[in-house]
Nanobody, 113 residues
Framework: VQLQASGGGLVQAGGSLRLSCTASGSIGRVNRMAWYRQAPGKQREWVAYIDGDASGKYVDSVKGRFTISRDEGKNTVNLQMNSLRPEDTAVYYC????????WGPGTQVTVSS
């Protein structure tokens, strides 16, 4: 199983980016897909997750600005990030939980002030 993320980049504060992550391989039942991030010098933190067709859950710092969505047929999870702030700068990782825990390689998001 492999996860491949795309959509990171450099954006000015107040701008938007959309991250996508697609899982490939012999996946089986997916229980949860999520996004985490790790800023320089900080621990990795969860940003948002989505279970099945339920609504997403978010860390307080991104509520109202980020939206997680999932395309089960394509084993894809997206993260729409609006009103970006410099403190959102981090490497973003997608995560998928089946009977195992899988991580994507990370994609850099940089928000300039």
């Amino acid at each position: 199983v492999q996860l491949q993320a795309s959509g990171g980049g450099l954006v000015q504060a107040g701008g938007s980016l959309r991250l996508s992550c697609t899982a490939s391989g012999s996946i089986g039942r997916v229980n949860r897909m999520a996004w985490y991030r790790q800023a320089p010098g900080k621990q990795r933190e969860w940003v948002a997750y989505i279970d099945g067709d339920a609504s997403g859950k978010y860390v307080d710092s991104v509520k109202g600005r980020f939206t997680i969505s999932r395309d089960e047929g394509k084993n894809t999870v997206n993260l729409q990030m609006n009103s970006l702030r410099p403190e959102d700068t981090a490497v973003y990782y997608c995560n998928m939980i089946t009977t195992r825990n899988y991580w994507g390689p990370g994609t850099q998001v940089t928000v300039s002030s």
